[in-house]
Each structure stands twice: as C-alpha cells, then as structure tokens.
C-alpha cells in the first residue's frame, strides 16, 4: 500500500458525461501528478499540482481539468467524454525533497460506452 | 524534452534463471535520477528501484540491481533468480535533479516461464 488513495476504483460512464477522479496524497505529499494509461500503452503525464497551484501540465487534453484543493486532495474532471478517454488514470504523490520519488495510487479504471 | 526507451517491448526469463531489461535516456543535464517501476496484472505502479546520477555506485534492492551507465545514458535492471511474481511490465523513469516531470519509456513486457 502506498499509501495514495483514489476513488472510485471503477467507473463506467456513457459519451458525453462529465465525471470526477479524486485522489488523496500520502500524508505530507505536497505534489500531485495525474497519469493518463490506455490499454497497452505507457503513462502518458497529465498534469501535476504543487500545494494548490498548477506546476507542470503534459498532454492534458481542454475537456480536462483539474485542482487541489487546501488539505491537500485533488480531484481530475473529465468532461465531454469520448471513447478513446476510456482509460487507468492514475494519481501519484511526491513529498518535493529533490530525492524523493513519487507513489502511485490504485489508479481508476474509465470505461465510456 | 528527456526522452525515454525501452527497446524490448517483451522479454521472457525462466523460473530462477536472471534477465536484464534495457533503457536508455536522452538529457543534457548532469544530475537526475533514474526510477525503475513494475506493474503486475494488478496494474499498481510499484517502485522497484532508483538511482541518483552523481552515485557512482549501481542501486541493489534484494534481486534487483541496475547497471548504470552515465556516459551511454544507459540504465539497465537485473532481475536475479527470477520468481512468478516478478512477471509484470516493467517502466523505466527519469527525472532531471530541479525538474517536476517524470517521463517514462513505453515499458517492457517480463513473462516468467515455470
């Protein structure tokens, strides 16, 4: 256990939806990454937050979005959802030390109908 | 950006027996670190092993050592008397000493053969 958490585990939706991810850092993990791994595929880098601010954005596409909020927690929101979002996103939580490495959370399987 | 790869998109090893996976990286920096990262059937991301550029020593963790080669920007992982439970996908990590981003390769494949 890493100590990450995310919810909820699985998650079907139909096209179109909205739908939120919501990831708890370990505990005094300031840095949040979101990873985006379709089937087979490596991890494609989202995003990061660094104590509620934006600190790197990767391949985020504009139907996506995401925050953290002040205790720390940070929530992805998918919008307009297609097919091909049919993923593992995964959350993973770094403490900032220069040598400290980040742990991935469970991840959340998207399934779009 | 850094780019990552992995040129071995499956590789297979006998029960007991030892397999070396590859990875190679592409920086202009000097300092970074370098993470090896397992995802079994599970799909949990799972730390394995890491390495710091400016450590001449190759990182051990029990089975599992890497071959770090700075000046071939090459960072392989020996996996010693390989077990069932080492069959995953293997990714290769590097991040740059002052940087955020994480890149990682696109991964490798590891069947372990009874």
């Known amino acids: 256990d890493s100590g990450v958490t995310q919810t909820p585990k699985h998650l079907i939706t139909a096209t179109g939806q909205r739908v939120t991810l919501r990831c708890s850092p370990r505990?005094?993990?300031?840095?949040v990454y979101w990873y985006q791994q379709s089937l087979d595929q490596g991890l494609q880098f989202l995003i990061q937050?660094?104590?509620?601010?934006?600190?790197a954005k990767g391949n985020i596409l504009e139907r996506f979005s995401a925050q953290q909020f002040p205790d720390l927690h940070s929530e992805l929101n998918l919008s307009s959802l297609e097919l091909g979002d049919s993923a593992l996103y995964f959350c993973?939580?770094?403490?900032?030390?220069?040598?400290?490495?980040?742990?991935f959370g469970p991840g959340t399987r998207l399934t779009v109908l | 950006a850094q780019t990552v790869t992995q040129s071995q998109p499956e590789m297979s090893v006998q029960e007991a027996e030892t397999v070396t996976l590859s990875c190679t990286y592409d920086?202009?920096?000097?300092?970074?670190?370098l993470f090896w990262y397992k995802q079994p059937p599970s799909r949990q991301m799972i730390l394995v092993i890491r390495?710091?550029?400016?450590?001449?020593q190759n990182a051990t963790e029990n089975r599992f050592s890497v071959n770090f080669q700075k000046a071939a920007k090459s960072f392989s992982l020996k996996i010693s008397d390989s077990q069932l439970g080492d069959a995953a996908m293997y990714f290769c990590?590097?991040?740059?000493?002052?940087?955020?981003?994480?890149?990682f390769g696109t991964g490798t494949s590891l069947t372990v053969i009874p």
């Open positions: 993973a939580s770094r403490r900032e030390a220069s040598t400290d490495t980040q742990y």
């Open positions: 505990s005094g993990d300031l840095s």
């Open positions: 937050y660094y104590n509620g601010e934006e600190r």
């Open positions: 920086t202009s920096e000097s300092d970074y670190y």
């Open positions: 390495q710091e550029a400016y450590k001449q």
């Open positions: 990590a590097y991040r740059s000493l002052t940087g955020n981003q994480f890149y």
